[in-house]
């Protein structure tokens, strides 16, 4: 039976940008740094201090608007969002409310399982350049809380859905798709444990085949997917249960706790009135000039998304190889440079495999990017078409020729395999000798073999590998097996 009802979704993502500076002063924007030392006069916006626009934000709203199809609005403006918290040193929040960088847009995710089959186009409302507000501490002092304000003023980029994610699934396969993009495209490090990525989710309920909307609750600051999934499992469940219980759901602000699972009502819902919006009367507004944005646009990389397709489409790549190497850009590069020292169609899937299953794992291990490799991508390629022609097994050229490079990589494949005696034994009769002493060594082996248990073809193989010490050619190891045991 179909379930009831149904979940309905809508995000608002913090992205946190990569800028040096603050978005409205010169302090620095990196992370960490000793409590309060990257926090100026006009940080803190104390009396006669003026903020102004930092160039690189701007640029970055610009960046990820063309990135999700957005149409960049010429004219934008800033707004304060007035509350008073220990960590707005300013007392109101420097955002947009009337017109953001970015209108409209959308992104196409496909959730993982059970909600693989289809891919989804979650529609974006807008997304707006703001500024973060400060840290507090509750942790360091036994009676205290404390202050950081390094982060106050840090450029955000906000982005708001329109309420269109259906699941959980599709909640994560959103976020992980706008990651690979902010990084993509070089505007955040997307890192969600450090609070560059993090998100409030609005989640609400209806009856399947209602029209309208069912009352929300907004969820906040959820900064990682594992807890943001158990908050909306709870959510719903929640939700309802108020339903059925004939209540009726408050449009609220919620928390959710690690520790019971559950979410916590916070606050009512705050209506736009309650922050006494305003524009702010110290910024001009944000004019986009047709050149200015020609030149960001000129500059974008084809993104992750078409790329991903052209692997699979090109080179017949599996879906989940061609994410893999979409990931980041420096594995992109890497896997085209090693296309281009061979036969592309032919090797990518080899050098797909080489690259997802040896040199990701070697790079994660080594602390290293791929491009910092010792062995170059000419190399690697000998190294595939020596095991594509059968001149080395797939096993032999992991498990031994490829560490060896590693530790040598001035040499030549081919060489280094000949010189660690690795090129595996094609011929007949040095074959013939071994796989007939293999048969008379195991004479019940081959009665039984006869009757019908052809499984044993894997016990006569693995006797020949070992006679031969790995050097037996398998594909012509079999073949004269099979000829022999009929
Ligand atoms: P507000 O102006 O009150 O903040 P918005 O209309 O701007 O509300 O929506 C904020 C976020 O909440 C958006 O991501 C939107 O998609 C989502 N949202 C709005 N209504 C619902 C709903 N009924 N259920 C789930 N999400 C919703
Ligand atoms: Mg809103």
Same mark, same amino acid.
């Not at 495209?185 to 085949?209: A, F, T």
């Given at each position: 039976?179909?379930?009831?009802?149904?979940?309905? &979704?809508?995000?608002?993502?913090?992205?946190?940008?990569?800028?040096?500076?603050?978005?409205?002063?010169?302090?620095?924007?990196?992370?960490?740094?000793?409590?309060?030392?990257?926090?100026?006069?006009? *940080?803190?916006?104390?009396?006669?201090?003026?903020?102004?626009?930092?160039?690189?934000?701007?640029?970055?709203?610009?960046?990820?608007?063309?990135?999700?199809?957005?149409?960049?609005?010429?004219?934008?403006?800033?707004?304060?969002?007035?509350?008073?918290?220990?960590?707005?040193?300013?007392?109101?929040?420097?955002?947009?409310?009337?017109?953001?960088?970015?209108?409209?847009?959308?992104?196409?995710?496909?959730?993982?399982?059970?909600?693989?089959?289809?891919?989804?186009?979650?529609?974006?409302?807008?997304?707006?350049?703001?500024?973060?507000?400060?840290?507090?501490?509750?942790?360091?002092?036994?009676?205290? *809380?404390?202050?950081?304000?390094?982060?106050?003023?840090?450029?955000?980029?906000?982005?708001?859905?329109?309420?269109?994610?259906?699941?959980?699934?599709?909640?994560?396969?959103?976020?992980?798709?706008?990651?690979?993009?902010?990084?993509?495209?070089?505007?955040?490090?997307?890192?969600?444990?450090?609070?560059? @990525?993090?998100?409030?989710?609005?989640?609400?309920?209806?009856?399947?085949?209602?029209?309208?909307?069912?009352?929300?609750?907004?969820?906040?600051?959820?900064?990682?997917?594992?807890?943001?999934?158990?908050?909306?499992?709870?959510?719903?469940?929640?939700?309802?249960? &108020?339903?059925?219980?004939?209540?009726?759901?408050?449009?609220?602000?919620?928390?959710?706790?690690?520790?019971?699972?559950?979410?916590?009502?916070?606050?009512?819902?705050?209506?736009?009135?309650?922050?006494?919006?305003?524009?702010?009367?110290?910024?001009?507004?944000?004019?986009?000039?047709?050149?200015?944005?020609?030149?960001?646009?000129?500059?974008?990389?084809? @993104?992750?998304?078409?790329?991903?397709?052209?692997?699979?489409?090109?080179?017949?790549?599996?879906?989940?190889?061609?994410?893999?190497?979409?990931?980041?850009?420096?594995?992109?590069?890497?896997?085209?440079?090693l296309?281009?020292?061979?036969?592309?169609? *032919?090797m990518?899937r080899p050098a797909a495999n080489l690259v997802i299953n040896k040199l990701l794992p070697w790079s994660?291990e080594?602390?290293?990017?791929?491009?910092?490799c010792?062995v170059?991508?000419?190399q690697w390629m000998e190294m595939l078409v020596l095991i594509e022609t059968g001149k080395i097994s797939a096993s032999t050229a992991y498990q031994r020729l490829f560490p060896a490079l590693l530790d040598?990589p001035?040499s030549?494949p081919a060489?280094l395999a000949?010189?660690m005696?690795l090129l595996q034994?094609?011929?007949?009769?040095?074959?013939?000798?071994?796989?007939?002493?293999? @048969?008379?060594?195991?004479?019940?082996?081959?009665?039984?073999?006869?009757?019908?248990?052809?499984?044993?073809?894997?016990?006569?193989?693995?006797?020949?590998m070992?006679?031969?010490?790995g050097k037996?050619d398998p594909?012509?190891?079999?073949?004269?097996?099979?000829?022999?045991?009929?």
């Amino acid at each position: 039976m179909q379930h009831p009802y149904e979940t309905v &979704i809508g995000l608002e993502i913090h992205v946190q940008l990569n800028t040096r500076s603050k978005v409205f002063c010169a302090d620095d924007a990196s992370f960490g740094g000793a409590p309060n030392t990257h926090v100026s006069a006009v *940080s803190l916006a104390h009396p006669g201090t003026l903020p102004r626009l930092n160039e690189a934000a701007l640029g970055h709203a610009i960046r990820l608007g063309l990135a999700l199809g957005c149409e960049i609005n010429r004219r934008s403006t800033f707004d304060r969002k007035n509350y008073f918290y220990a960590d707005l040193p300013k007392g109101f929040q420097t955002t947009q409310d009337q017109s953001p960088v970015c209108i409209g847009g959308s992104l196409r995710i496909t959730p993982a399982a059970p909600d693989k089959s289809q891919p989804s186009v979650i529609r974006i409302h807008h997304i707006h350049l703001e500024e973060d507000a400060g840290k507090s501490l509750h942790d360091q002092d036994p009676d205290d *809380s404390l202050i950081d304000l390094n982060r106050a003023g840090v450029p955000l980029l906000e982005i708001v859905t329109e309420p269109d994610l259906r699941s959980a699934e599709e909640v994560a396969a959103f976020m992980t798709e706008i990651r690979r993009l902010v990084r993509w495209i070089g505007i955040s490090d997307g890192n969600m444990e450090e609070g560059s @990525l993090r998100c409030d989710v609005n989640v609400s309920v209806r009856k399947q085949g209602a029209t309208s909307l069912g009352n929300r609750c907004e969820i906040k600051n959820m900064n990682s997917m594992r807890f943001a999934r158990r908050a909306i499992a709870y959510e719903v469940d929640r939700q309802i249960g &108020i339903l059925e219980g004939g209540g009726r759901v408050e449009q609220e602000t919620r928390g959710f706790d690690p520790a019971t699972g559950a979410t916590y009502s916070l606050r009512e819902k705050e209506d736009a009135h309650d922050y006494r919006y305003f524009p702010e009367p110290d910024l001009p507004p944000v004019l986009v000039t047709e050149t200015y944005l020609e030149t960001i646009r000129a500059a974008m990389p084809t @993104l992750p998304q078409d790329m991903e397709a052209a692997f699979r489409s090109d080179y017949g790549l599996p879906a989940h190889d061609a994410e893999m190497l979409t990931q980041e850009q420096s594995t992109t590069a890497y896997f085209i440079r090693l296309l281009q020292a061979g036969d592309a169609a *032919s090797m990518a899937r080899p050098a797909a495999n080489l690259v997802i299953n040896k040199l990701l794992p070697w790079s994660a291990e080594a602390g290293k990017p791929l491009d910092a490799c010792p062995v170059s991508p000419e190399q690697w390629m000998e190294m595939l078409v020596l095991i594509e022609t059968g001149k080395i097994s797939a096993s032999t050229a992991y498990q031994r020729l490829f560490p060896a490079l590693l530790d040598s990589p001035a040499s030549s494949p081919a060489l280094l395999a000949a010189d660690m005696n690795l090129l595996q034994n094609t011929d007949t009769a040095y074959l013939e000798t071994i796989v007939s002493a293999v @048969l008379a060594r195991y004479p019940e082996k081959v009665a039984e073999y006869r009757k019908g248990k052809k499984g044993l073809i894997g016990f006569f193989m693995g006797e020949v590998m070992k006679d031969s010490k790995g050097k037996a050619d398998p594909k012509a190891a079999t073949q004269l097996l099979e000829r022999l045991l009929v």
